[in-house]
């Protein structure tokens, strides 16, 4: 199985820091949070790749989780930040370096309540179906 890992996060991170709407909804989007970040952010939680390949093409079916980070009371933030992230990625097309035929999705989205009841999360699953470049 050939992986997509690191390119589809590239892909994803790179179109998503291209986006006005978001730019001025979050301080970035990050994979690692650097220390004093201040909020609200996403970060790139796991990825998952299974392999989908058809007759003679390999594919992979890939599930992208992002988890959006806001200091906020209530989920009126995150649901913003949420309904941008959507906007940029769902359903709409996206370039990953190797890959054809790529199609993303909304899948799921979950609200979180943190132990600190000024922070609020929500993760956001997006599935991902890329064809291997021959």
């Keep these: 199985m050939s992986t997509a890992l690191w390119p589809l996060q590239v ?3 790179t179109k998503l820091h291209a986006d006005p709407v978001l730019d001025g909804l979050v301080s970035g989007v990050y ?13 790139v939680g796991s990825i998952t790749e299974l392999p989908d390949d058809a007759h003679n093409q390999r594919g992979l079916a890939t599930r ?3 988890h959006t980070w806001a200091e906020y009371r209530g989920n009126k933030q995150t649901a913003e930040i949420l309904a941008a992230l959507d906007a940029v990625l769902d359903r ?5 370096p190797g890959w054809t035929d790529i199609s993303i999705a909304a899948e799921q989205h979950q ?5 600190d009841p000024t922070i609020r ?5 997006y599935r991902v179906w890329l064809t291997k470049e021959a």
């Design 11 to 13: 892909a994803i991170v």
């Design 31 to 43: 994979d690692h949070v650097p220390e004093g970040t201040a909020y609200p952010y996403v970060t």
């Design 64 to 66: 992208v989780v992002l």
């Design 92 to 96: 709409q097309p996206l370039a990953v």
């Design 111 to 115: 609200t979180v309540k943190d132990p």
């Design 121 to 125: 999360h929500i993760n956001s699953r």
